[in-house]
Each structure stands twice: as C-alpha cells, then as structure tokens.
C-alpha cells in the first residue's frame, strides 16, 4: 500500500477567463477542474491567475473562509491560501482549484458533489498519515 496519494491536475483548455483541466487521484480520472487563466511564468493578476506548473504538497486543514476542513497547497510561489474547493466559474475561485464533473467553456458543474468524492478520498489518506501532493502539468 503507498504511503502518499498522487494528485494529477492536466490543464487541457486555455480561454481568456479560465483554464480547464482533468483531475487524476493515483492514476484515476476523478473530475474536471476549473483555475482561473494560465499566465507566462512569474506574471501574477491579483485573483485572476493559475497557479503556476509544478508539484506541491498538500494538507488538509481548517479553513477560516469556509469553516471546515479542506485541502490547502503548500509552497505556491506568489500565492497563499491556494485551497481546492466547490464552484463553478473564473468569479468563485482566487487562484484556487474548482472541482466539478462536467465541464463547458468557462465553467463547471455539479461542483459540491465532485468536491466531496476527492475529498474523502483525500481526508482519508491523511487520517491514514499518508502525504498527499499535486502535480499540474499543460496536457
């Protein structure tokens, strides 16, 4: 049994409002994400910039904006508080990570119900003392 659980974000579709991608858990599709727009290394817009390539560590803690526990990224240069969260479009995300099971342009959907299927993949591997990590790639 592994000791880590391996998050895949591919970012597959790059717009002027967003950037979409498929999420995999060890290896597994679990659900289409939502990011706002992908920038040139180094070039941050306050709110409406992807995180930048890269693999990060992640922990679940409480969140003081949401009040509960949720999935935070560690280390992000440039950004702090990155979280993966419900929500559906470029307007409910600050650079965080929006789970959804559909997806259309700039948007997606169902959003609560893939964000709580991850979530309990992921809070179980931490209550199992497991490390947990992302790694975003450009499919």
């Known amino acids: ?67 509960k526990r949720m999935p935070l990224l560690l280390n992000v240069p440039m950004f702090s508080g990155v979280r993966i969260h419900s929500g559906n479009t470029d307007k409910d995300t600050e650079g965080c990570l929006l789970t959804g099971t559909s997806r259309a342009k700039d948007v997606v959907t169902s959003s609560r119900t893939a964000f709580d299927a991850l979530f309990k993949k992921m809070d179980t591997a931490d ?12 499919k």
């Open 127 to 138: 209550k199992e003392g497991k490390k947990i990590s992302i790694e975003i790639v450009k």
């Open 1 to 67: 049994m592994s000791k880590e659980l391996k998050l895949k974000l591919e970012r597959e579709i790059f717009t002027n409002k967003s950037t979409l991608g498929s999420l995999y858990v060890d290896g597994v599709f679990q659900c289409y994400v939502l990011e706002d727009v992908t920038r040139l290394p180094n070039v941050k817009v306050q709110n409406e910039t992807a995180i930048p390539y890269g693999t990060y560590d992640v922990i679940i803690n409480m969140s003081n904006r949401f009040k």
